[in-house]
């Protein structure tokens, strides 16, 4: 038997656990700052990227800067009804006499405030409940896949509509109801990514070493998955902005008067034939920045698999 004793032999090893588990996380931060570099090089790299980005970062900068930008306040009467683009007014006014350059830059801010925080919403819910159903698997797995499969059974349209009627539209009802139906597409994208990593070799060495499911599902498999997540993200904040659109276009979005992309073609579609630019302005500016969000997640989607 060694004369060394038992405390000071198991202290070793808890010190020898330490400094391991230290260097894991050292290792993980490098190279996650590694592949991250690498990818951002690449994305500026694609065309598609770079064009996509420059749409989003675009409308952005206009939507921030709209009370610099806007001529006019965007619920001021401020010409004649139905008046054709001039110098005076850039996009026309529309059937009440209101600038629609002035209320196409602020309803911008609509869609680029509630679009990034119901998919931030529904990737944050949705990636738990995958890494949780993924890495646990048996029941809970079952349990989680069927309330996922009823959640998806119900359209979203009519559950906003069921709670617009319970307590009226508003910002936070659209940011919930968006948010709870695209919960279940982001957590079946996490549990199959989960299940192709958790019986991997770091995996498995990190069950070895005892380390608690927590921590391997946040440590060790959560960040491998961020790359598919944050393409699907892209995806959604463009698919978002869509239903967010279409929501203002059925009267059933952000309250008036404040002014909202899809309820200005909706106010404007009477006028088509008569005054155009009502509904092709918006709808240009919405068409667009989808546009430019998918073009930036194909690019995204193109830099992960190249590094």
């Known amino acids: 038997m060694s004369g060394v004793p038992q405390s000071q032999s198991v202290a070793a090893s808890s010190r020898v656990a ?5 260097r894991t996380v050292f290792d993980h931060v490098r190279d996650g700052w590694q592949a991250l570099r690498g990818r951002v090089v690449f ?26 930008l806007a001529p006019y306040p965007p619920n001021a009467l401020t010409g004649r009804v139905s008046e ?26 609509t869609i680029l405030l509630l679009a990034p925080i119901c998919v931030v919403c529904a990737e944050i819910i949705g990636a738990t409940v995958g890494l949780t159903a993924g890495f646990l698997r048996g029941m809970v797995d079952e349990v989680i896949l069927r309330i996922l ?22 910002k ?7 948010a709870f139906s695209s919960t279940p597409g982001v957590a079946r994208l996490m549990r199959g990514l989960v299940l192709e990593i958790r019986d991997l070799e770091f995996v498995q060495a990190a069950r070895l070493r005892g380390e608690s499911a927590l921590y391997i599902m946040f440590r060790e498999i959560l960040p491998n998955c961020l790359g598919p997540l944050i393409v699907d993200a892209c995806l959604r904040v463009g698919y978002t902005s869509f239903w967010i659109g279409s929501l203002g276009f059925l009267g059933i979005g952000v309250p008036p008067p404040d002014p909202d992309w899809g309820r200005m073609v909706s106010e404007g579609r009477a006028w088509i034939l008569t005054a155009p630019w009502i509904v092709v302005c918006p709808s240009l500016a919405v068409s667009s920045l989808v546009i430019g969000l998918n073009l930036l997640a194909d690019g995204i989607s193109e830099a992960s698999k190249r590094v």
């Open 172 to 178: 936070i009802n659209i940011v919930g109801v968006i």
């Open 18 to 22: 330490a400094a391991h588990k230290s």
């Open 149 to 170: 499969d009823a959640i998806m059974a119900f359209p979203m349209m009519l559950l906003y509509m069921i709670i617009m009627a319970a307590t009226g539209p508003s």
């Open 43 to 68: 994305l500026f790299e694609s065309k598609t990227a770079v064009v996509g980005l420059a749409i989003v970062v675009f409308w952005i900068a206009v939507t921030i800067l709209a009370p610099v």
């Open 84 to 109: 054709s683009p001039s110098m005076e007014h850039l996009m026309g006014t529309d059937y009440m006499g209101r600038d629609v350059c002035s209320r196409l830059v602020y309803g911008g801010q």
